[in-house]
């Protein structure tokens, strides 16, 4: 909206470049959520949408229950509107992933409203959620393949793609996108189990996001940077940085309230619009694969609940002493704030890897 205004009509240079709006987004979104958290936080604890405990987790957790939760519905207010201020609207990449950022936190939001309103942790039905994760995420895909002149070929890490890029066809490729929608959102929202632990790699993964948008789509002085770094060029992946640095900005808010001790929980609504969001950005930015690097730690978790339930069934013994992985390391001792900060550590360096795999090509 601002762009339009201040740059479309009233020919403001300043806001024709990214950059500065990429700042502007950051900032914006990081003092709504700060300067707005507190009043949000007391319209919880009116409301009464406390957090529903499980009955076999760590005794640690018993004085969780009753935080309030569902603060990811603040988190997606935090960074839908900086990004339709400074965002060009006419993308209709950035409007494939802002279809997924909703799409996905309104399943969330059904989710917890169902646990808070019925006083358990069942909620919805998970097949229930995955239809209407799968839905969300073939709509996004049909504005992608529909608006914008995405194809269907894989950039693979560590090769060039002018060295191989296979196109894998349009069917094989919607379900290769939508595993990677489904499986990061579900991975994050594992994750999301003690206090800050999924919000900062979240915000470090929107950082990651925001340099490979940025460098897949812009061009300096008529230098190529894509070509340079050896990945697909997407000139309209540019607008995508204003929407991570929205998301970056809005999730350091919410720590500020969400770090231990929490006085706010993001819920399933923000667990899976966040994590549903980081995944639409690997498939539009061309970067299904190096986000299984960037997004370690997610990964770690749904393999950890993975591996734990196939061994029960298999062998009827457990691998760990309790799944996802974080409550595995609070069972052999570690205290949370020990397991958050080492979680946030591996994050940091996976996301350097990921980043590495540019430098490798």
């Not at 808010?253 to 399933?268: Q, R, T």
Request: charged residues 15%.
């Amino acid at each position: 909206m601002l762009y339009w205004l201040l740059y479309e009509q009233l020919g403001i240079n300043l806001f024709r470049y990214p950059s500065s709006r990429v700042l502007l987004a950051a900032v914006f979104s990081l003092l709504l959520s700060v300067v707005s958290g507190p009043a949000f936080i007391r319209w919880l604890r009116r409301m009464a949408v406390g957090q529903e405990v499980r009955d076999d987790g760590p005794e640690t957790h018993k004085e969780k229950k009753g935080t309030p939760t569902m603060g990811g519905t603040f988190i997606i207010f935090a960074t839908l509107l900086p990004t339709l201020l400074w965002a060009d609207l006419r993308n209709a990449h950035l409007w494939a992933v802002l279809v997924v950022f909703i799409g996905y936190g309104a399943v969330g939001f059904i989710d917890d409203y169902l646990k808070v309103s019925k006083k358990n942790t069942k909620g919805w039905p998970g097949r229930y959620k995955l239809i209407g994760e799968t839905l969300v995420g073939l709509v996004a895909l049909a504005i992608l393949f529909g608006f914008t002149d995405y194809d269907t070929r894989l950039a693979l890490p560590l090769v060039k793609p002018s060295t191989f890029s296979p196109d894998i066809g349009m069917g094989a490729y919607v379900v290769l996108a939508l595993l990677v929608l489904l499986g990061t959102a579900n991975a994050l929202n594992l994750t999301d189990g003690l206090d800050g632990l999924a919000i900062v790699p979240s915000v470090i993964s929107a950082g990651v996001f925001l340099v490979l948008a940025y460098a897949a789509g812009v061009t300096l002085s008529g230098f190529n940077l894509a070509a340079y770094l050896g990945i697909p060029h997407l000139p309209a992946a540019t607008e995508l940085a204003v929407f991570c640095a929205s998301l970056g900005g809005a999730g350091l808010g919410f720590l500020w309230y969400n770090a231990h001790p929490a006085e706010v929980f993001m819920g399933d609504v923000g667990s899976l619009s966040i994590g549903g969001a980081l995944g639409a950005l690997a498939v539009v930015t061309k970067n299904e694969f190096v986000s299984a690097i960037i997004h370690g730690v997610f990964l770690a978790e749904a393999l950890s609940v993975i591996l734990q339930v196939g061994s029960f069934k298999l062998r009827k013994k457990r691998i760990f002493k309790m799944a996802p992985l974080h409550h595995h390391f609070e069972l052999s001792g570690w205290p949370e704030p020990k397991v958050i900060v080492r979680f946030w550590i591996v994050a940091i360096l996976m996301a350097i890897l990921g980043l590495a795999t540019l430098k490798v090509r």
